[in-house]
């Protein structure tokens, strides 16, 4: 089922945002959800994966600044930017895996698995 992203925005160096990824299909406990950023001219960047429980996990580039949560009761997924730097600009998309576990949002913040789609994404924009 689709994944809407939204909440990006303008913010300067040192702010913050709030991500939100919704779905509107059933069973959303059972999936693993994950982020990922690209940045103008780049390569896709996974940086972080929450598992049905809440288990999260962080890429080592946002680690300490970025927190990853779901609210399953709405079918929804957020990603909390705090501190955020110029390179932290992008666009950011979530995608979700039907039964990932810890060996699969493991692999996608270290950069050795992929979801299988992403959704059309949020713009994140820091500068001063």
């Known amino acids: 089922w689709p994944l809407v992203e939204s909440g990006g925005g303008l913010v300067q160096p040192g702010g913050s945002l709030r991500l939100s990824c919704a779905g509107s299909?059933?069973?959303?406990?059972?999936?693993?959800i994950g982020w990922s950023r690209q940045a103008p001219g780049k390569g896709r960047e996974a940086v972080s994966c929450?598992?049905?429980?809440?288990?999260?996990y962080y890429s080592d580039s946002v680690a300490g600044r970025f927190t990853i949560s779901r609210d399953n009761a709405k079918n929804t997924v957020y990603l909390n930017l705090n501190n955020l730097k110029p390179e932290d600009t992008g666009h950011y998309y979530c995608?979700?895996?039907?039964?990932?576990?810890?060996?699969?949002?493991?692999?996608?913040?270290?950069?050795?698995?992929?979801?299988?789609?992403w959704g059309q994404g949020t713009q994140v924009a820091v500068s001063s």
């Open positions: 995608a979700a895996e039907n039964g990932g576990g810890p060996f699969f949002c493991s692999g996608v913040v270290q950069g050795t698995l992929t979801f299988g789609s």
């Open positions: 929450t598992l049905g429980d809440g288990t999260s």
């Open positions: 299909g059933s069973l959303f406990d059972h999936y693993a």
